[in-house]
């Protein structure tokens, strides 16, 4: 079959079905931390006109410049909460249209490039991408669109625009544009001058931003985790290497307690598959499956040996380390066959962990978090006022409160008081003094273990309120009672308020 004996009409309408079905996802309310993050910076700038967190302060709190700038166009067209949805799904329609490129590069088959869509939409990393409101749906299609125009068919706009706009949407991105660079060019066998261009000019540009607007080089969130996280030597990086890596690398995550075998697992059988189809396969398809799972594995370890374990490093190399096991069940001659064993023994398993995992984790954050930053709202009228606390996401974002992180990510003051030489009880200790925070959120009681080296801001606070998991962790529902339980989301905190006598 050719290229001309295509549905694309059949392609939309099943597309169009698979994001419907996707959406179901919304409703568990499982967003991410981080992004109500760039959430705020957003209507920061809305409502002050600063690219920041705290009004008229000027910091570079987000990851990603671009999504931000995304943020602003949503929330200024949708007013209140209810631009969340229509940017989940303006996620999800993005990551479906780089689902369909790659699909279109491998398959002639209006059946199974829907098939490709449908099954690569439900690997619970393709999940969260969609539902927890972050800027990869939009990263995916960027990085497919370079792909296919770029790489494929060697259109120069591509070669030189995309790179500006991937560099944009997060400054990691640049181990996607390196690799991607060099591997054309052992394709090529010559530089590719026009990517070339076009990387200095995402370099450039993103560096002059920064520089011009914040005085910075990197993005303050990427300075805040260097100066504020202790770094560890090469043998505890490999023993964290060791215990998260099978978790963070892989598709699914096992308790830590649990050694995960199906890391190792997956990753071997879908190695096979890849070696299978690539003497199977024209050179066209092989290439771009090589490179989808060369960058997945090469920005895995990158991540690992860094000791950076955040959840979402790991979604796009997720995914490009596991097409091939797709690739080789919708190859076959028997791929319907393959297809419902593959719904049956994947599909369906995938699908309901991460649907225990979003009910349980969504519930968690909606429910606990947000609540805890609209009780702030409520009895804090001065917006004015700044909150001490860990994360900067949910409590914040509902609370409208001016914040200062346990992290530095949203406010620099933390990063001056060298929170990895001086540790926690100094540090801290000089932050609360100087800055005198209004409210502090904690999940220890007595606040920081007691280990503030200044006992007098003990003295200098009264604790407000208890606010418990195990209070959240629960309905009346027998099915979800038990999912909350099973994976109880969250942790106690506990609010304190300056006393009104203290100066």
């Known amino acids: 079959m050719n290229a001309n004996n295509i549905d694309e009409k059949k392609i939309l309408f099943g597309s169009i079905i698979i994001i419907v079905l996707k959406s179901l ?38 990851t990603t410049h671009l999504y931000v700038f995304v ?59 969609s539902i927890l409101g972050m800027e990869f ?14 790489f494929l068919l060697r259109k120069k706009w591509a070669f030189l625009i995309l790179p500006i706009v991937i560099l944009w949407t997060r400054i990691d991105t640049c181990i996607f544009l390196g690799i991607l660079f060099l591997y054309d060019v052992i394709q090529q066998r010559k530089w590719n001058m026009t990517f070339m261009l076009g990387g200095i000019l995402a370099l450039s540009t993103t560096i002059l931003f920064n520089w011009f607007y914040f005085g910075e080089i990197v993005n303050n969130t990427i300075t805040s985790k260097k100066n504020n996280y202790p770094s560890v ?22 308790p830590i307690s649990i050694y995960n075998f199906s890391t190792l697992l997956f990753f071997s059988i879908s190695l096979i598959c890849l070696i299978y189809l690539s003497k199977k396969w024209e050179n066209r398809k092989k290439s771009v499956l090589i490179f989808l799972f060369l960058f997945g594995t090469l920005k895995s370890l990158i991540f690992a040996f860094a000791n950076s374990w955040f959840d979402w490093y790991y979604w ?85 409160l001016k914040v200062i992180d346990y992290v530095g990510l949203v406010d620099k003051r933390l990063t001056e008081e060298n929170i990895v030489k001086n540790g926690i009880g100094i540090g801290f200790s000089n932050l609360i003094n100087k800055a005198k925070p ?43 009672d038990k999912i909350y339980k099973f994976k109880p989301s969250g942790r106690n905190f506990y609010l304190y308020k300056r006393k009104d006598s203290v100066k």
């Open 316 to 400: 796009i190399p997720q995914i490009t380390l596991f097409i091939p096991i797709i690739l080789f069940v919708l190859d076959s001659e028997k791929y319907k066959t393959l297809s419902i064993v593959y719904f049956l023994i994947i599909f369906i398993p995938f699908t309901l962990y991460q649907a225990v995992h979003s009910i349980a984790t969504g519930h968690g954050e909606w429910n606990h978090a947000r609540k805890i930053g609209l009780y702030l709202d409520s009895i804090e009228p001065n917006k004015e006022k700044y909150i001490f606390l860990e994360p900067a996401g949910y409590i914040p974002y509902f609370s409208k």
């Open 137 to 150: 749906g939009m990263l995916f299609f960027f990085y497919i669109a370079l792909i296919k125009y770029g």
């Open 233 to 254: 030597d090469l043998h505890e990086r490999l023993k964290q290497f060791e215990l998260f890596s099978p978790n963070y690398m892989g598709i699914i995550k096992f």
């Open 438 to 480: 209004d409210y502090i959120l904690e999940d220890n009681k007595p606040m920081f273990k007691g280990q503030l080296v200044d006992k007098k801001i003990y003295d200098d606070y009264d604790l407000i309120k208890e606010f418990k998991i195990e209070d959240v962790a629960k309905s009346d529902n027998i099915i979800l």
């Open 71 to 129: 943020g602003v166009i949503f929330q200024s067209i949708f007013k209140g909460l209810s631009f969340i949805y229509p940017l989940l799904i303006f996620n999800t329609i993005l990551f479906t249209i780089g689902l369909y490129w790659l699909a279109r590069i491998f398959f002639n088959s209006t059946n199974k490039i829907i098939l490709f869509i449908f099954f690569t939409s439900f690997l619970p990393p393709a999940i969260k991408i």
């Open 25 to 62: 996802f919304f409703l568990t309310n499982h967003i991410q931390e981080d992004a109500l993050i760039s959430w705020r910076v957003a209507r920061n700038i809305i409502e002050y006109g600063i690219y920041g967190y705290n009004g008229v302060e000027k910091i570079s709190a987000s």
